[in-house]
């Protein structure tokens, strides 16, 4: 099975900063993109970044300039390094990604479980 397990999250105040881990494990032969969605109680969930596999990024605009996604395809992870945080980026980070299984000519989407980022003010 494939399996995606987030890190990095906890309690910072504003203004500060944390760097998000995301790495993929499993009988993988591809991953296509990757991304970061966050969630509160309530409320959908929202995409924050994407990145695919030749490296080209996409921002919510409310992170954009703050938040900066990138990919170590060498270990199968993805980071999410968040600057400036707000009060407001408090929620559930949740790790997805595309990957294509060893047979199939075909992506598939992968979740985490999702780590709690908690913005204090």
């Known amino acids: 099975q494939v399996q995606l397990v987030e890190s990095g999250g906890g309690l910072v105040q504003a203004g500060g900063s944390l760097r998000l881990s995301c790495a993929a494990s499993g009988t993988i032969f591809s991953i296509n993109a990757m991304g970061w969605y966050r969630q509160v109680p309530g409320k959908l969930r929202e995409l924050v970044a994407t990145i695919t596999s030749s490296g080209t990024t996409n921002y919510a605009d409310s992170v954009k300039g703050r938040f900066t996604i990138s990919r170590d395809n060498t270990k199968n992870t993805v980071y999410l390094q968040m600057n400036s945080l707000k009060p407001e980026d408090t929620a559930d980070y949740y790790c997805?990604?595309?990957?294509?299984?060893?047979?199939?000519?075909?992506?598939?989407?992968?979740w985490g479980k999702g780590t709690l980022v908690t913005v204090s003010s």
């Open positions: 997805n990604a595309v990957i294509v299984r060893p047979g199939l000519l075909y992506g598939m989407n992968y």
